[in-house]
């Protein structure tokens, strides 16, 4: 018993393995030395997130394209976190207060945005420490 399993486990350690060839691309907002997140691929395309000084945005990579993408009333979070052909899937943030924001998630098919919330959600999920702009 003892000698098949020696014999067992020199055999797994004798089998050869074999490397995969991977080729791996750093990606960056080329504007910002701040980390940046790919979140979601879809062949050529890659979506995630960047942050700089005003906040964390979204970006669109298409065959090293670079496009921002920010929903049109968000507030310093807009994140893409999916893709499929055209059709981009995330979340971003918008004031619902003087003091407080929610999250929202969005469609973005490639022109046009379209916002959507959980049903019912009426809880607000930031406190923002300063007023808002003309809220």
Same mark, same amino acid.
């Given at each position: 018993?003892?000698?098949?399993?020696?014999?067992?486990?020199?055999?797994?350690? %004798?089998?050869?393995?074999?490397?995969?060839?991977?080729?791996?691309?750093?990606?960056?907002?080329?504007?910002?030395? /701040?980390?940046?997140?790919?979140?979601?691929?879809?062949?050529?395309?890659?979506?995630?997130?960047?942050?700089?000084?005003?906040?964390?945005?979204?970006? %669109?990579?298409?065959?090293?394209?670079?496009?921002? %993408?920010?929903?049109?009333?968000?507030?310093?979070?807009?994140?893409?976190?999916?893709?499929?052909?055209?059709?981009?899937?995330?979340?971003?943030?918008?004031?619902?207060?003087?003091?407080?924001?929610?999250? /929202?998630?969005? %469609?973005?098919?490639?022109?046009?945005?379209?916002?959507?919330?959980?049903?019912?959600?009426?809880?607000?999920?930031? /406190?923002?420490?300063?007023?808002?702009?003309?809220?």
């Amino acid at each position: 018993m003892v000698l098949l399993c020696v014999f067992g486990l020199l055999s797994l350690l %004798l089998t050869p393995v074999y490397a995969l060839d991977y080729i791996f691309t750093p990606i960056y907002d080329p504007g910002t030395d /701040h980390p940046t997140y790919a979140w979601g691929i879809d062949g050529s395309k890659i979506v995630g997130q960047f942050g700089d000084n005003t906040g964390e945005h979204g970006f %669109l990579d298409e065959n090293n394209t670079w496009t921002e %993408l920010d929903y049109p009333s968000s507030i310093y979070v807009s994140i893409p976190y999916g893709i499929d052909g055209d059709n981009i899937v995330g979340t971003y943030l918008s004031w619902f207060s003087n003091i407080e924001a929610r999250y /929202h998630g969005f %469609l973005y098919d490639g022109s046009n945005w379209e916002s959507f919330d959980y049903p019912n959600n009426e809880l607000p999920i930031a /406190h923002i420490k300063t007023e808002a702009p003309n809220a």
